[in-house]
């Protein structure tokens, strides 16, 4: 039987997103979509796994398998996934505060096991889901929140530089107002055998109205993808939070689970034996 | 009015081959069906229904000319460009309105703003296409395809009378979403 050429919308769900008017995550929604349809798998052979945001809301608007899970906890799902089911090709989406607040531990974890699964990251400097908090990637002098009315005082987490110094072998910046650009990295994260990581600004147009202007200030990077990892981080600091595209390709391994895992359980026991 | 290659060059690329050209047309028209679509859909989450006919009804113009396009490519022989491989001058189709500028509570006058502003990137990038392209059949479709753009932009044009501008104060909300404001 001939294989049938699906497109972008077949990877849509029929239910429509409660995002609000003029969110960027539509667009990354739209780029997710156009990067299975080029990709080509079957809905059946794609799963997308999210946390807990507005921006997690993205697998009940895809066609494929998915798994709207705990807030935090969509790195360790997917990861679940993709090691019961190494045949799917698991995407995870969500936000910078269910990545790098609650999920920063798994963040750290996922990056540095590096199992074979595409991370879409989508960054608005803001918690959006529970009306407008700072978030880890907040600047520190954001102070258009009551809970931090003079700012949070707190430095910013950069997402790639801690994805490479924890060991993510694929890292790239996109923007949602440039969802084709985007489209071609998650395209490019997805045939990274191992874990990839895309930070895609995507402005939060309630809370962070000025987010608009993003559309300014994001440049294409003026380097191709590098395998060496000084010099990605020389990047990172060079080209700043606004520049997008493949920073790092590493040479790394996907996380192959070694041994068949079938060790008694009275064998571990005497591990633990006092 | 005719464009200087250089304005053209504002509003479009140089495409030479009319399969390439009738790629663009058509992902032009498709998109821009899916982004009035988009927005009808959401507006029609959040309760404006006022302006979910309007979107629908340029959605479906949009895919009206995109069947026109595409009895055209019909003839040719059109490549599947990847999404990226497009070449707009801007990140998007020049008839994918910006999805930023949407708003719960816009109404008919913006929408009819928002398609007049696509109808006439859509123009502007034939009529460039047709300046830029070195190809005579190219030339004489982009042509074509800008007039009709310009018919559009005409009754675009007709129909905004039928909306007066809202006040000033037309996103004013007394139970906003955004709590900090
Ligand atoms: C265990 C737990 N803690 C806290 C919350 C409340 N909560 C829901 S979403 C969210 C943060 C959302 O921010 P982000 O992940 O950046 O996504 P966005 O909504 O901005 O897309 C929080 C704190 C929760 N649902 N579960
Ligand atoms: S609150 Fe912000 S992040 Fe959430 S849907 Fe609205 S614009 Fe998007």
Known sequence: ?274 | MSMTPEEAQNHAPKLDDVGEFLAHSLALENEAAERYDELADSMEVHNNHDVVALFRKLAEFSRMHAQEVKEIAAKYEVPHLKPWEFQWVDPEGPESGAIENSHYKMTNWHVLQLALHNEERGQKFYAGCAVLSDNADVKKLAQEFAEEESEHVDTLKEWIPRYPKPKENWDEDMDPPAVNE
């Open chain 1, 1 to 274: 039987m001939e294989a049938v050429q699906l497109t972008a919308k077949d990877y849509k769900s029929a239910v429509k997103p409660i995002w609000c008017p003029g969110c960027g995550d539509y667009s990354v929604l739209a780029a997710i979509t156009n990067a299975l349809a080029e990709h080509g798998r079957p809905l059946h052979d794609v799963a997308v796994i999210s946390g807990i945001g507005c921006s997690s809301r993205i697998p009940a608007y895809t066609s494929v398998y998915g798994f709207h899970g705990v807030h935090g906890r969509s790195l360790a799902l997917a990861s679940g996934v993709k090691l019961a089911r190494p045949d799917l090709t698991v995407l995870v989406a969500g936000g910078d505060g269910d990545g790098l607040s609650i999920g920063g531990n798994h963040f750290l974890h996922a990056c540095r096991r590096n199992v074979d699964m595409t991370y879409v990251i989508m960054d608005n400097q803001v918690y959006g889901m529970t009306k407008g908090q700072a978030s880890p990637t907040t600047d520190a002098d954001w102070t258009q929140s009551k809970l931090t009315p003079e700012g949070t005082g707190v430095n910013p987490v950069q997402p790639l530089t801690l994805a490479l110094a924890a060991g993510a072998q694929f890292i790239a910046r996109g923007f949602s107002g440039n969802p084709r650009g985007l489209a071609k990295l998650i395209y490019e994260g997805i045939n990274h055998p191992g874990f990839s990581i895309i930070q895609v600004m995507s402005p939060c147009i309630t809370y962070r109205p000025e987010q608009r202007d993003w559309k300014s200030m994001m440049k294409d990077s003026a380097y191709e993808a590098t395998d060496n990892l000084a010099e990605a981080n020389r990047r990172l600091l060079e080209e700043g939070d606004f520049s997008t595209g493949v920073i790092y390709k590493g040479p790394k391994p996907a996380f192959n689970p070694i041994g068949s895992g079938n060790t008694p359980i009275a064998e571990i026991e005497k591990e633990f034996a006092l």
